[in-house]
């Protein structure tokens, strides 16, 4: 039994000693926060402020992102110190994460604590940071003693590496400065009510930790950075901001506010959702890109299969952060898109084999354009006949569009089996039966809406289409008239 125990003992300390890839560091560091945050709500109480949705979802998503950034802020300074590879300082880093789960324990059950835990105010500023607030300030014993334990093992680390007494001492600074600064919101918003409001969350860690990480691909590879940006595919993902936008206006003429902030951060979710499902179809279409599409990252080489992943996951993160913040509704939403998007692109489901996966990304349109009516979280507003009919007619249109990106695809699509108009009846008349069905779905919208003086309109756009996708292949330029002619049918039928 001694003998099973030892060998058992050293395959963990084993495990524990392997190098992590940044992807298991991301998820750890998620986990960790999120055991970090159950105990904080388990153990100590704190005040509802919003709605049970919207204060929930707050508190986590303030939480996970807070450590997030000091996390990987300090790991890229301590690389730095040291003269370190950055994923090398993350695995050491995430196996002292754990301590960040010590305060509400040590709080609650030596020391009574019954109330959670507030931001830091700037009268305490520099007691907090002189002192870590053991002598005065606004954290808990808890708090200090989280921050005192992690500053030692990062100077002894620091030290360990450069013997350097500046860089060590430096590196301890470090990581409490950039703990009472980012705990200290009043440094950027004066007035504390200004929290419960769905701008703080964007303001101060969304959009900084954007940039956050955008920098961090910047300075370790410009090329895998320059990749991604290079495949957001613009022009689609656009298409289905846009709709969330005609969205919220069409809830207008319900006599419903638009919430432009909100529906901002729902157009940027779903500007998420669709770059998330850019990713995964890569990934599933690896083999497909490679004969087809050789400039996408993963053919090109510059992302490896485990990095990209991750790109998804941080994708699918801030869709779910941004959706979260406006209210359930749309976090709802926001996860069906994700779903549809695994549905087109993963096995064994993945329709994008045939072609219901068409009908799947005019499901996402749908999806878009509901995001919109939902930013109020008015449910009156689904019920509208003028409403379903647009969507109706929004998704009909998008499913019928998007036939004209298979011409691209052919070569890989035929060799991998997936069926389509231009995989079934070859590339000829393909093109001719797709030219057919553009300028037959954009003539739709008007007769559905019953707005018969769109018609002569429409069947110039719709003709004007056809021709362009038949002479030039042009997914581009279709899309942009689709888009065209469903802005002209929804100003008409909604003005």
């Not at 370190?84 to 995430?94: K, S, T």
């Not at 087109?344 to 995001?371: C, D, E, H, Q, W």
């Amino acid at each position: 039994e001694k003998e099973i125990f030892r060998y058992t003992f050293m395959d963990f300390i084993h495990v524990f000693r392997k190098r992590l890839s940044l992807t298991t560091i991301f998820l750890s560091v998620l986990l960790i926060t999120s055991i970090r945050i159950f105990f904080d709500f388990w153990l100590l109480e704190y005040p509802i402020e919003l709605d049970l949705f919207g204060h929930y979802a707050r508190f986590y998503l303030e939480n996970v992102f807070y450590f997030m950034i000091v996390f990987f802020v300090v790991i890229f300074f301590l690389s730095k110190l040291t003269r370190q590879n950055f994923v090398d300082v993350a695995n050491f880093g995430i196996r002292i994460f754990p301590i960040a789960i010590i305060p509400p324990i040590i709080d609650h059950v030596f020391f009574g604590r019954v109330l959670g835990y507030s931001y830091a105010t700037t009268e305490n500023f520099w007691y907090n940071f002189l002192t870590i607030s053991w002598i005065k300030g606004d954290a808990s014993i808890g708090i200090s003693l989280e921050i005192t334990i992690t500053a030692l093992l990062i100077a002894a680390y620091v030290w360990h590496r450069s013997k350097s007494i500046p860089r060590t001492i430096a590196a301890a600074v470090l990581l409490i400065g950039l703990l009472v600064i980012i705990s200290t919101p009043e440094l950027c918003f004066a007035d504390r009510a200004d929290y419960v409001y769905s701008q703080f969350l964007p303001s101060y860690y969304y959009i900084p930790s954007l940039i956050m990480v955008s920098l961090l691909m910047l300075h370790y590879n410009k090329e895998m950075l320059k990749a991604i940006l290079l495949n957001l595919r613009l022009e689609r993902a656009l298409f289905f901001v846009l709709f969330v936008f005609l969205g919220a206006i069409a809830a207008s003429r319900l006599d419903i506010p638009i919430h432009w902030y909100e529906t901002c951060f729902a157009a940027t979710s779903i500007f998420f959702v669709w770059q998330f499902s850019v990713v995964i179809n890569d990934i599933y279409d690896k083999d497909i890109d490679a004969i087809s599409n050789k400039g996408r990252p993963l053919p090109k080489g510059v992302l490896l299969m485990h990095e990209y992943r991750l790109v998804a996951i941080v994708f699918s993160a801030y869709a779910m952060a941004f959706s979260a913040i406006v209210n359930g509704w749309v976090f709802l939403l926001c996860v069906t898109g994700l779903l549809v998007s695994i549905f087109y692109s993963v096995p064994p489901i993945r329709l994008r084999k045939n072609l219901l996966g068409n009908a799947l990304i005019g499901v996402a349109l749908i999806i878009s354009f509901v995001t919109g009516l939902m930013v109020d979280g008015n449910l009156l507003v689904l019920l509208s006949q003028k409403n379903v009919l647009f969507a109706v007619a929004l998704g009909i249109v998008a499913s019928m569009v998007t036939l004209t990106k298979d011409l691209k695809d052919s070569e890989g699509d035929s060799k991998h089996h997936i069926k389509n108009i231009i995989t079934i009846y070859g590339t000829k008349k393909g093109k001719n039966i797709i030219s057919i069905i553009v300028f037959v779905v954009l003539t739709i919208p008007p007769l559905l809406f019953r707005e018969f003086i769109l018609v002569p309109i429409s069947i110039l756009f719709g003709l004007a289409a056809a021709l362009i996708y038949y002479k030039k292949e042009s997914e581009k330029v279709v899309y942009a008239i689709a888009t065209l002619v469903m802005i002209i049918d929804f100003q008409l039928y909604y003005f």
